[in-house]
Nanobody, 120 residues
Framework: QVQVVESGGGLVQPGGSLRLACAAS????????MGWYRQAPGKQRELVAT???????NYADSVKGRFTISSDNAKNTVYLQMNSLKPEDTAVYYC??????????????WGQGTQVTVSS
């Protein structure tokens, strides 16, 4: 089985910064991509940023220039550095990874989510 665990959420003032981390563990043969989605109250879950194992990144327009995604492939870990945070960034942030578990077909796995609140 594959486990995905996030950390680093919390309360921050507008203009502040937070760093999220996510680690995938378990019977993993290969990881294709890791990334972050978020879901605000009353809204659909939306893409924030993704990174492939080759380092190719993709960002939502709303976070470009403010958020940076990075990864440590040796540790199956992905990070999201969030700067210049705005109240509209408030949401539950979910880590996701596309993984080929050992002896099983490739699939997408999700973490439990971590709350990010931007408020004065």
């Amino acid at each position: 089985q594959v486990q995905v665990v996030e950390s680093g959420g919390g309360l921050v003032q507008p203009g502040g910064s937070l760093r999220l981390a996510c680690a995938a563990s378990g019977s993993i043969a290969t990881i294709n991509v890791m990334g972050w989605y978020r879901q605000a109250p009353g809204k659909q879950r939306e893409l924030v940023a993704t990174i492939s194992t080759r380092g190719r990144t993709n960002y939502a327009d709303s976070v470009k220039g403010r958020f940076t995604i990075s990864s440590d492939n040796a540790k199956n870990t992905v990070y999201l550095q969030m700067n210049s945070l705005k109240p509209e960034d408030t949401a539950v942030y979910y880590c996701t990874t596309v993984v080929s578990p050992i002896g099983q077909p490739r699939g997408r796995y999700w973490g439990q989510g971590t709350q990010v609140t931007v408020s004065s």
